[in-house]
């Protein structure tokens, strides 16, 4: 490695170092909110325990690479839970990661860096098979946790959102709609609890 490519290599290490403080909505059954390093991690686990049961053969290598950097640009631009963003504040948000993946991918200015922006996009178009998986459980790694979070946590949007999953992003695949509706069982037995123990 060439001592520009070594610089390369830990400005985007160091850049990365960011998602490990970085917070999202979510919050862990400890009682602390989740960092974005977090996430990435346990999808990326949840996308080798599901590979096995597929219906249809997958690259896990691309697939958890995918998962990794799937997140990448809020290093740059932060997390922004999705209830907190209307129309207008869907494009601002596409246009500031667009611009933070094009930094990541100057930083780098190789193969990887092209690689990274790559499956970056992939992921943002979410229409070839891998992709459609990470997305999909990008959302049920989501899930998971607001249902090992204390219920105190949720706010009502979430609350409302525990009874209505949207069929079309998990239904490309059986192994993936059965994590899903087991998920969805599990969140509206948790919110059907609260309501009982209130009434």
Known sequence: MQPQQLSSFFELCHLAERLKSE????????????SVAEHCWRLS??????EPHLQKSIELSKVL?????????EAIVGDTPVFE??????????????????????????SVGDEIYAYWQEFELA?????????????????????EADLSTWNDKEKACSFDWQDALYDFDPAVLQVRDYLLSQSQEKVKKEV???G
Do not use: P, T
Request: aromatic residues 6%; negative net charge.
């Open 23 to 34: 917070l999202r909505h979510s919050w862990l059954a400890s009682g602390r909110q989740e």
């Open 45 to 50: 686990l949840m996308l080798i325990l599901i």
């Open 65 to 73: 690479k995918m998962a990794i950097i799937h997140d990448l640009v």
């Open 85 to 110: 963003i209307d129309q207008a504040g869907a494009l601002v948000k596409a246009e500031k990661e667009q611009q933070a993946i094009e930094k990541i991918r100057e930083i780098l200015s190789n």
């Open 127 to 147: 229409e070839s098979y891998e992709a459609k998986l990470v997305y999909a459980f990008d959302k049920l790694e989501c899930k998971c946790q607001h249902l």
């Open 196 to 198: 009982e123990s209130v």
